[in-house]
C-alpha cells in the first residue's frame, strides 16, 4: 500500500514532528519544559520516550536518563545514558525517583493510566511529573477527527488523544496534586511553514482568548505525601498522656 507523503507523516510521531507543524510543536514544548524543569531539584530524573526532545537538558538532577519502549518510533538518534523498558512496567525501584517527565507518553503506551500508576510508584513523596500531549478539543484535534472520516491524517495516527481533563482526573485519583498547566500552538492545523508563519499574530490572542483550544497542554503534578496515623502502643500511649490530669491551681476567679 501506497500511502501520500502527508499520510506518511502521520503514521507516527517521529517522522511527523521533523514536519513544519512538528516543528513548530516540539519548540513550543521544549519552551515548557525548559521553563519547568530547571527549578526542580533532586537526584534522579527520568524522560519517558521522544529522543527528539530533550526534555531534561535544563534539569540539574546528577542522574537522568531517557527510557525508550522496545522500538523506539523513526528510529531517532537517542540521547545516552538510554535505558529500555515498557512504561507500564518502569525498571525502576518503588519511590526512587524525583522527578518523572512524558512528552506524549501517555498517548503512546499500551495502557496510559497504567502508565501514571507507574508513575506513581516510582517517584517519592513530593516528587514531580511534568505531562504534554495534543489536545483533541483543538483546530488540530478537530481536523484530525475530521480526516479519520475520510482524508489525509494532519496529526500521528498512532495513539490516542487524551484530554488534559481526563489526565488530571487521573491524576488526582491516584496521590497526585496538579499544580500547573498551561495550553499552546494556537496557529490553525496548515501544513506549510510559510503558512505557519503568516498565522504567527494569533499566538498571544490565543493565550488570552481561547487558551482551551491550544493544540497542545503541558500538565505540572506533586506526588502528595500522605499523612501518618499512629496505630497501636504508640496510639494508645499518646491517648494516655492526653488524658492525664493536671493539676490547677484554687484561687479567685478573674475575667
Known amino acids: 500500500m501506497h500511502f501520500s507523503p502527508e499520510v506518511r507523516a502521520s503514521i507516527s510521531l517521529e517522522p511527523w514532528l521533523q514536519t513544519p507543524a512538528g516543528a513548530y510543536l516540539l519548540g513550543w514544548e521544549r519552551a515548557q519544559f525548559d521553563r ?13 520516550g521522544l529522543a527528539s526532545l530533550p526534555a531534561l537538558a535544563h534539569n540539574r538532577m546528577p ?12 528510529g531517532a538518534a537517542l540521547a545516552a545514558p538510554t535505558l529500555w523498558g515498557d512504561f507500564t512496567d518502569l525498571p525502576f525501584a518503588s519511590g526512587s525517583l524525583d522527578l518523572v517527565v512524558l512528552p506524549h507518553a501517555l ?33 488540530w484535534g478537530g481536523r484530525q477527527a475530521l480526516a479519520r472520516v ?12 487524551i484530554s488534559p481533563r481526563r489526565v ?37 490572542a490565543g493565550d488570552r482568548w ?19 496515623r499512629l496505630v497501636g502502643k504508640a496510639w494508645a500511649g ?18
Not at 36 to 48: E, M, N, S, Y
Not at 150 to 161: A, N
Not at 238 to 255: D, E, F, I, N
Open 36 to 48: 519547568i524543569v530547571a527549578d526542580i531539584f533532586g537526584f534522579h530524573a527520568v524522560q519517558l
Open 63 to 74: 542522574h537522568r536518563w531517557l527510557l525508550e519502549q522496545p522500538a523506539p518510533e523513526g
Open 107 to 139: 498517548e503512546r503506551a499500551s495502557d496510559p493510566h497504567a502508565c501514571l500508576r507507574e508513575v506513581d510508584r516510582v517517584l517519592v513523596a513530593g516528587g514531580h511529573v511534568v505531562i504534554t500531549g495534543f489536545n483533541a478539543l483543538s483546530l
Open 150 to 161: 475520510g482524508g489525509s491524517l494532519y496529526l500521528p495516527q498512532r495513539g490516542e488523544f
Open 168 to 204: 488530571r482526573d487521573w491524576l488526582r485519583l491516584l496521590s497526585f496534586e496538579v499544580v500547573g498547566g498551561r495550553y499552546g500552538c494556537y496557529r490553525p492545523a496548515v501544513r506549510t511553514q510559510a503558512w505557519l508563519e503568516r498565522w504567527r499574530f494569533v499566538e498571544a
Open 210 to 228: 481561547w487558551p482551551m483550544l491550544g493544540a497542545a497542554y503541558v500538565l505540572v503534578a506533586t506526588k502528595r505525601v500522605r499523612a501518618m
Open 238 to 255: 499518646q491517648a494516655r498522656k492526653a488524658t492525664v490530669a493536671r493539676p490547677v491551681a484554687h484561687g479567685r476567679r478573674r475575667l
